[in-house]
């Protein structure tokens, strides 16, 4: 099933590109306004609407059965008369002049069956032994008969479960698919005017400039594209070519983080945002639940069109398997991220993946934060995730969360809230372990006063001193993994 998702996933893709390396080249070509894609937008948003109808698809077919229906109960019967009652002398007496006495007999004894306490089955095998010579054999096959048609339902419930992430997956799809349809009609072309200055002032500075264009300026953050090669074999660095738009346009411009550092004679299209307004030092503190070798928490931190992302789970228990657990879903987190998805789309892909390879409840929190370097703003998703804290000068808030980690089940329900932050502000995130080892009742104030008694300026410090702290309530002995994430923000 997971190998025709992805294979479903590239077709689409791919037919995507196609319709998208049409638009912008084909067009180009001909002299259209690069802006006029409405009717292969139109056919992406088809593509995301046939992904929805076949999710549809998926959620109308029969749910989770959580006990076993009439019908399955009734066949446990069944079997226990052929096996056992069918040669019986009391047969006539049991099932036909007391069929119902026997039924509700054997339903009660499949309760105490479902509720595995072996002294009480023992019991009531021995009372009903009392008024049936086939006692132990009938309620030995009745036993086992609900112990394999409940592996039946388990079993059931497990497609059901793979079926419902599926749907999730293509429902995921089809936002992705019509965030991309979004973006291509974001793309236009630059003022003729702009386009002309933008031309002579980069070909005085010896760059050649082959096509130029932008992303619609929604958000009024400029985003532009140039086709370039530097003239006469020089090499000019791509912060240079930045300086010189800059002189364009009126603000400071930015090469994106995987564009080349130098412009040689090969044309490259580069694209140049705006700088940000803000930056981000981060720095970890971390230590290993005793007599383990390997934490089961992980992390990430990256930056991404003007945003700065961190990631932090902590996975099940400790050890080992924790840590894949973790590994997994900061590695995936990241990917999604990095690659444009929201951080809500992300969680959700995380989450599917999550249910469709669980095996013993594999389940890992999820915590994620996206600051905004151009405005301040700073975005959180908790599922599962511990209590958050931001410091400002004298005073500290917490951002909580009680909502289920990921891995659980199918649609998972994430916990979102916004802050501004401003200049000289600090993030902190932590994993359980860290306010598990803090007085009962009194985590949260606790953590407020080592935050703020906290007078390192460097993030990486102020880490492993609130790290420190903590360790010091619980003798210095790690009772669970440990982790302490904190980024602190400044004006550029």
């Not at 019908?71 to 069929?99: G, H, L, P």
């Not at 007999?105 to 023992?122: K, T, W």
């Not at 003729?192 to 130029?212: F, P, W, Y």
Request: aromatic content about 8%; some cysteine; charged content about 30%.
């Amino acid at each position: 099933m997971q190998m025709w998702m992805i294979a479903m996933l590239a077709v689409s893709v791919i037919l995507i590109v196609r319709d998208m390396a049409k638009i912008i080249f084909t067009d180009k070509k001909k002299g259209k306004p690069i802006y006029d894609v409405y009717p292969q937008k139109e056919k992406i948003e088809g593509y995301a609407r046939s992904f929805q109808r076949l999710a549809h698809t998926f959620y109308e077919l029969p749910n989770h059965q959580e006990q076993l229906t009439q019908t399955e109960v009734q066949d446990i019967f069944s079997r226990a008369k052929e096996n056992v009652c069918q040669n019986c002398t009391d047969y006539e007496k049991c099932w036909t002049m007391q069929e119902n006495q026997t039924c509700q007999r054997a339903f009660e004894f499949l309760r105490v069956v479902e509720e595995g306490n072996p002294d009480r089955f023992v019991r009531e095998q021995g009372e009903w032994f009392t008024q049936c010579c086939q006692a132990v054999n009938f309620t030995e096959n009745l036993k086992k008969s609900f112990f394999e048609i409940r592996e039946e339902l388990l079993y059931r419930n497990r497609l059901i479960e793979n079926r419902l992430a599926v749907a999730e997956q293509l429902n995921e799809v089809a936002r992705l698919i019509k965030k991309l349809s979004a973006d291509v009609s974001d793309i236009c072309s630059v003022p003729t005017a702009l386009e002309e200055k933008i031309r002579k002032h980069l070909q005085k500075h010896r760059i050649v400039v082959d096509q130029v264009w932008m992303l619609s300026n929604k958000d009024e953050k400029w985003r532009i594209f140039l086709t370039i090669r530097a003239r006469g074999g020089q090499c000019i660095t791509m912060r240079e070519v930045a300086r010189q738009i800059s002189e364009v346009c009126g603000c400071s411009m930015v090469p994106a983080r995987d564009s080349r550092a130098v412009l040689n004679s090969e044309m490259k299209t580069v694209l140049f945002t705006q700088e940000t307004n803000y930056k981000v030092l981060y720095g970890v503190a971390k230590v290993t639940k005793e007599r383990e070798t390997i934490s089961g928490d992980n992390y990430a931190c990256t930056s991404t069109d003007g945003q700065f992302v961190m990631c932090l789970s902590d996975g099940m228990g400790s050890g080992i398997e924790a840590n894949r657990e973790s590994e997994t879903v900061v590695e995936l987190l990241e990917q999604f991220v990095t690659s444009g998805f929201s951080r809500e789309t992300a969680a959700r892909m995380v989450n599917s993946a999550l249910v469709l390879q669980r095996k013993d409840g594999m389940f890992s929190s999820v915590d994620v934060c996206t600051l905004d370097l151009y405005i301040g703003i700073c975005e959180f998703l908790k599922a599962g995730a511990a209590t958050s804290f931001i410091r400002r000068a004298n005073w500290v808030e917490t951002i909580t969360s009680t909502s289920l980690a990921a891995g659980l089940v199918q649609q998972l329900d994430f916990e979102k809230t916004s802050r501004k932050l401003y200049d000289g502000d600090y993030l902190v995130m932590v994993t359980d372990g860290v306010m598990d080892a803090l007085p009962q009742k009194k985590e949260e104030e606790t953590m407020k006063e080592i935050i703020l008694q906290a007078e390192d300026v460097m993030p990486k410090e102020v880490g492993r001193y609130i790290l420190e702290k903590a360790l010091s309530y619980s003798e210095y002995r790690a009772q669970d993994d440990m982790t302490v994430l904190v980024a602190g923000m400044w004006k550029k």
